[in-house]
């Protein structure tokens, strides 16, 4: 039976919600970029984390989950957003950035009210080759790389969005131009040092 503990920076209501169902669930407050922990683990899995971090941070976030690994111990990423290429660069910062704005200026207009608007940082966008340099920096190997959800950049636009929705042809399409945009990107790393 596989001894499985999972963290994050504070345990929530749902952390007891589900001890009250699996009372063998374990739960650890745990910061990577702190470190700390003085167990070694076979295999650590993180999920839709490394787009909070600078490049300080993820050299950090690596480092320090190199430490958390037995020697040979395996590493599963999800690198939580499409690469840093143009096409993504066109979606989020053109695209998406113009849409939010006009449908803004819109509904200002059709209510005649004076809204706010407001623009928030949303992350950091890597490439393959970032993850895995920083990743092979920080004592691991790349063992490979899976690549799901090739529409979900392009959902997030309206316009797109009913694009897709025009018919199974139009879906295939996006879905093809969408492979060089995965917002899933699943890497299974190896400690070897």
């Known amino acids: 039976m596989a001894n499985v503990i999972c963290s994050d920076l504070q345990a929530s209501e749902v952390v007891t919600e589900i001890q009250e169902l699996f009372p063998n669930f374990k739960f650890l407050e ?3 970029l702190q470190g700390g922990i ?17 490049e300080r941070d993820l050299k950090l976030f690596f480092r320090n989950v190199n430490n958390l690994l037995k020697p040979g111990g395996q590493f599963i ?5 499409s690469p840093d290429k143009f ?22 207009v059709l209510t005649r009210k004076r809204l706010g608007f407001v623009v928030k940082h949303h992350g ?34 309206c316009l797109l969005r ?19 945009i995965p917002y899933v990107r699943m890497f299974n790393l190896k400690k070897i040092s």
């Not at 990423?77 to 957003?81: H, K, R, V, Y």
């Not at 790349?142 to 392009?154: H, R, S």
């Not at 694009?163 to 093809?176: A, D, H, R, S, T």
């Open 30 to 32: 745990f910061d990577v």
């Open 77 to 81: 990423l999800d690198s939580a957003g």
């Open 124 to 157: 950091y966008r890597w490439t393959d080759a970032e993850i895995v340099a920083c990743a092979e920096q920080e004592g691991f190997a790349l063992l490979e790389q899976q690549n799901y959800n090739f529409l979900t950049e392009f959902r997030r636009s």
């Open 162 to 180: 009913r694009l897709i929705k025009m018919g199974p042809c139009m879906e295939k399409i996006f879905e093809n131009i969408g492979r060089k």
């Open 38 to 54: 003085d167990r070694k683990f076979d295999a650590v899995i993180s999920l839709s984390l490394i787009y909070l971090f600078d």
């Open 87 to 108: 096409l993504a660069y066109l979606i989020h910062e053109v695209l998406l950035k113009y849409e939010a704005r006009l449908r803004w200026l819109l509904k200002s």
